[in-house]
């Protein structure tokens, strides 16, 4: 959907991204993490791809090339983690990325308001338009009738 697609992929990946690093930076193990995540991401077409992530991280690769087959989130959240696991602080740049894709994902809710605002003002005038036809237009007709019975 060309409105809603995008809006949809950064949420997903601001709830992801919270919530790894949330559950990584208290010390739980990364496997854990992402199964924990991986349930409250809310997309089930991205949540049917965590099978392969999974697999992936406990046979020895990292999160982000493992994230990167994942269709569904921004590429910006793997690059991050990249960064992160090359820098040995993923935790804090798990932070930084989450702050980052929430801020995105209001931004981004912001514009679609923006743009569906005049669309439901446009939405509610034909609404409105249709509702004033529907109620005058038999009062005409009966006015009509009265005006032809009175000239016999």
């Known amino acids: 959907m060309p409105v809603f697609g995008p809006l949809n992929q950064v949420i997903c990946t601001a709830r992801f991204a919270r919530t790894i690093s949330s559950l990584y930076s208290s010390g739980l193990p990364i496997v854990t993490a992402l199964q924990t995540a991986r349930d409250t991401i809310g997309n089930a077409y991205i949540v049917s791809q965590f099978n392969d992530v999974l697999v992936q991280v406990r046979s020895g690769v990292s999160l982000s090339a493992a994230l990167e087959t994942v269709d569904g989130f921004q590429r910006k959240l793997c690059s991050s983690i990249a960064v992160g696991e090359e820098t040995g602080r993923l935790d804090s740049m798990l ?11 209001q931004q981004a809710s912001k514009r679609m308001m923006t743009i569906l605002e005049p669309m439901l003002i446009v939405l509610m005038a034909f ?13 005409i007709g009966s006015y009509s009738a009265i005006e032809s019975s009175g000239n016999v």
Request: hydrophobic share 60%; charged share 15%.
């Open 127 to 139: 609404v409105v338009g249709f509702i004033i036809i529907a109620v005058m237009s038999p009062i």
């Open 95 to 105: 932070d930084s990325i989450a702050d980052s894709m929430e801020y995105d994902a």
